[in-house]
């Protein structure tokens, strides 16, 4: 995240605790009768002291051997039952808990798979790693032990000083003095405790993001050799969290140490009482036995405060760091957004990649006109590979009116396409006032064309193109995909009728054939898309398409990653192409193979192709000129060099650019 950690939210432990309630109440039965279990094991423990009375004023004082040896078999049955009891209740409560673990994980993780991309910008990953492993973990041994525990322990303690007060009034109210300090021990603990258990949290949060990246850069680390510097930054985090922990530690066993101590002077003090008063009389042997068995079988239940508090905070603030990523907004959907394609030829519901999409048809000129530019360019087929169409109208430098009239259009439908009108958009961390990325964006890509974008670095290429699948929502105006605002439409529709291959490949740890079927498509569209892509070193791998690629792909090289993220794309044979200059991490022998390739694939796909070569921009019917976040010419590539020096200087790689051309960057 960008402010590292979350804010901590003022909110009680208990508070926090309770929102786990909707998962925990599917298995209410078995918590509450794991429960009922331990209170009845526990409160056999209480019927221990009241047999040593029995036999110490009973067979002892009456020197009766054999009622000892009775009152022995009492005392082994009531320890085996006690042990049962409370294994009985372990058992009752292991399975529906890693249910409860792994529901919530689940839950954790399809959520963050729902949430914007802004989020994850936002995010450090090892703070939701944590979430997802350590915190979790945490709440299934809360649930387990301290939540059944601390109602156990309490009414343990309960009946345990009724039975005190009922042998001996005096002495359990000796026993009861400690109570008041102990309460306000307990509250400044809790608040104390509650704080540092957090910090610690969060650096295990921090320390997770470090390894992984350390993991995921070894090569970056290695090749620099800064393997020492990021051991040092290892190790400052790691002395971090153990100062930390350490201030736990210390808190935790000051608190062990006073609730230690006030109960045993406590039973100190009424030993010396109760010891008084069985020699004037007034008490028997056997009841001062049973009193001091009694109080010191309630040690435990008042010593265990400490621990079982100390869990609970570190499991509130689990539960709050959970909560906290599951409070993010996922990505909202528009009210009444469509599911069917606004052309009609995919049914509601339907999988937008199921089947092969049929090429789209040529568009022809009205009845009786002659063949114009508009029909030219609408006939990708009809052209000789690299070819580029005439263009009906100049490129107008100047960022005048780019979009072509309807009467130049002829019988092309003004709406078909994508269309991006008036599009602006800034990020949402961006700050008030601050100018936005893109600005103002009119540009209309005909169906059956390919537009190529160029721009200079930090122009906003990559966002223009983040924002036809919706990877970021628009900050004013709209994007429309064949007259339909994509903002009315599911998101789940929208990216399958929209394919996209971005500037740097991702491969998940999987098969090759599993990740460029992650585009769609049948076995025999997987073998087309790694033949336009390229791609046919896969054939040669040990299980060929079933070779496991390795975390993030690295066991590939970086053409390689990228031929196979280039077939993802075009695999499903979507409507619509979005390419994030698919061809930068390729030699120029294989790069003009898939461009050869490409153009076959262009011509039945609607494309955006970001562009940073001209290779790649003659694969284009047109090129749009992305300038300070703003389209500023729109045209063929030979007019663009022929009319625009920002954009020649682009395509010429020289050091030198044009003095004319310094303002349109």
């Given at each position: ?53 029995w036999i110490v004023d009973g067979p002892v004082a009456e020197h009766d051997p054999g009622g000892v040896w009775l009152g022995a078999l009492y005392l082994l049955l009531l320890g085996l039952a006690e042990a049962a009891l409370f294994g009985y209740r372990r058992w009752l409560v292991a399975r529906p808990l890693a249910r409860v673990e792994a529901e919530m994980r689940a839950d ?225 959907e528009a009210p009444g957004a469509s599911t069917s394609h606004p052309s009609g030829e995919l049914p509601p519901g339907a999988p937008q990649r199921a089947a092969p999409l049929e090429p789209l048809e040529p568009l022809e000129p009205p009845r009786g006109s002659a063949p114009g530019p508009a029909s030219a360019a609408a006939s990708p087929a009809d052209r000789a590979p690299g ?209 050869a390739a490409l153009r076959r694939v262009l011509q039945d796909t609607t494309a955006l192709v970001v562009a940073h070569r001209p290779s790649t921009v003659l694969l284009a019917d047109r090129v749009a000129l992305l300038s300070e976040g703003r389209i500023t010419a729109v045209g063929t590539h030979q007019e663009l060099l022929r009319s625009n020096a920002e954009y020649a200087w ?16």
């Amino acid at each position: 995240m960008s402010e590292t950690h979350a804010a901590i939210k003022d909110q009680s432990a208990t508070r926090s605790l309770l929102r786990l309630w909707p998962y925990v109440r599917p298995i209410r039965t078995r918590l509450f009768s794991a429960a009922f279990v331990a209170i009845v094991a526990s409160c056999l423990g209480l019927v221990i002291p009241l047999v040593l009375k029995w036999i110490v004023d009973g067979p002892v004082a009456e020197h009766d051997p054999g009622g000892v040896w009775l009152g022995a078999l009492y005392l082994l049955l009531l320890g085996l039952a006690e042990a049962a009891l409370f294994g009985y209740r372990r058992w009752l409560v292991a399975r529906p808990l890693a249910r409860v673990e792994a529901e919530m994980r689940a839950d954790l993780y399809r959520h963050v798979q729902r949430l914007p991309v802004s989020f994850h910008d936002r995010w450090a990953s090892g703070q939701l790693l944590s979430r997802g492993t350590t915190d979790l973990m945490l709440l299934r041994m809360f649930l387990a032990f301290p939540l059944t525990f601390l109602v156990v322990n309490a009414v343990t303690i309960l009946a345990g000083f009724a039975i005190l007060l009922s042998q001996q009034w005096s002495l359990g109210l000796v026993l009861l003095v400690p109570v008041i300090p102990l309460v306000i021990l307990c509250s400044l603990f809790e608040t104390r405790y509650s704080l540092v258990a957090r910090q610690a949290q969060d650096q295990v949060g921090d320390l997770t993001t470090v390894v992984e990246e350390s993991v995921l850069g070894i090569r970056i680390i290695k090749g620099f050799g800064q393997h020492r510097s990021q051991a040092l930054a290892f190790r400052e985090l790691s002395r971090r969290l153990r100062g930390t922990e350490l201030a736990k530690a210390r808190l935790l066993a000051g608190l062990w140490g006073l609730i230690t101590t006030i109960p045993e002077l406590a039973i100190g003090a009424a030993l010396v009482l109760g010891t008084v008063q069985v020699a004037d009389g007034d008490l028997s042997a056997g009841t001062l036995v049973a009193f001091l068995s009694t109080a010191l079988a309630l040690r435990w239940p008042v010593e265990s405060i400490g621990f079982l508090l100390a869990m609970s905070q570190e499991s509130a603030t689990a539960t709050a760091r959970f909560f906290e990523a599951m409070d993010a907004q996922e990505e909202a959907e528009a009210p009444g957004a469509s599911t069917s394609h606004p052309s009609g030829e995919l049914p509601p519901g339907a999988p937008q990649r199921a089947a092969p999409l049929e090429p789209l048809e040529p568009l022809e000129p009205p009845r009786g006109s002659a063949p114009g530019p508009a029909s030219a360019a609408a006939s990708p087929a009809d052209r000789a590979p690299g070819a580029l169409p005439p263009e009906p109208r100049s490129s107008n430098a100047g960022g005048a009116e780019l979009l072509p009239a309807g009467a130049e259009l002829g019988a092309v439908d003004q709406a078909a396409g994508i269309r991006f009108e008036g599009v602006t958009f800034r990020y949402p961390d961006a700050a008030d006032g601050s100018a936005p990325v893109l600005s103002r964006i009119d540009l209309h890509i005909r169906p059956g064309e390919t537009m190529a974008l160029v721009g200079g670095t930090g122009s906003g290429k990559t966002t223009l193109t983040a924002l036809v699948p919706r990877l970021h929502e628009v900050s004013g105006g709209r994007i429309t995909l064949d007259g339909e605002d994509i903002a009315h439409m599911t998101r789940e529709r929208l990216r399958g009728l929209v394919s996209v291959a971005f500037e740097e490949p991702t491969l998940f740890s999987a098969s090759v054939g599993d990740n460029v079927a992650m585009g769609g498509g049948s076995p025999d569209d997987l073998e087309r898309a790694l033949d336009i892509a390229q791609a046919q070193f896969v054939r040669r791998l040990p299980q060929g398409v079933d070779t496991q690629v390795g975390e993030q792909g690295l066991s590939l090289s970086g053409g390689q990653r990228q031929r196979l993220a280039l077939a993802r794309a075009v695999v499903g044979r979507p409507r619509f192409l979005i390419l994030d200059d698919p061809l930068s991490a390729l030699d120029v022998h294989t790069e003009a193979l898939v461009e050869a390739a490409l153009r076959r694939v262009l011509q039945d796909t609607t494309a955006l192709v970001v562009a940073h070569r001209p290779s790649t921009v003659l694969l284009a019917d047109r090129v749009a000129l992305l300038s300070e976040g703003r389209i500023t010419a729109v045209g063929t590539h030979q007019e663009l060099l022929r009319s625009n020096a920002e954009y020649a200087w682009l395509m010429s790689g020289a050091d030198d650019r044009h003095d004319e051309g310094e303002d349109g960057r």
